[in-house]
């Protein structure tokens, strides 16, 4: 019943930036912790960084620095600002519900020159 739709992703060249959106169903969104995770191809699905319902945040070691998750909940919206990109952050980005099975069908981001 919960559903989670990504936007935001696309093809950039090394060094810069995209902003994912995540658009949530649900009332309880405020009492959820979120996150964002990838998978590349050939690859694992990987955990990218999380945001609990009191705004504690954690990431990927290999995005410290130059990644952010926010949240909005009065519009349910769950964002991540990717700032100097690399070539390995190519992946299909996920948003998801912490401690449920909830996933959204996930957006392309291709860092290419």
């Known amino acids: 019943q919960v559903q989670l739709v990504e936007s935001g992703g696309g093809l950039v060249q090394p060094g810069g930036s995209l902003r994912l959106s995540c658009r949530a169903s649900g009332s309880l969104f405020s009492r959820w912790h979120m996150g964002w995770y990838r998978q590349a191809p050939g690859k694992q699905r990987d955990m990218v960084a999380t945001i609990s319902n009191s705004n504690n945040t954690r990431y990927k070691e290999a995005v410290k620095g130059r990644f952010t998750i926010s949240r909005d909940n009065d519009r349910k919206m769950v964002y991540l600002q990717m700032n100097n990109l690399k070539p390995e952050d190519t992946a299909v980005y996920y948003c998801?519900?912490?401690?449920?099975?909830?996933w959204g069908q996930g957006t392309q981001v291709t860092v290419s020159s």
């Open positions: 998801h519900v912490e401690y449920q099975e909830y």
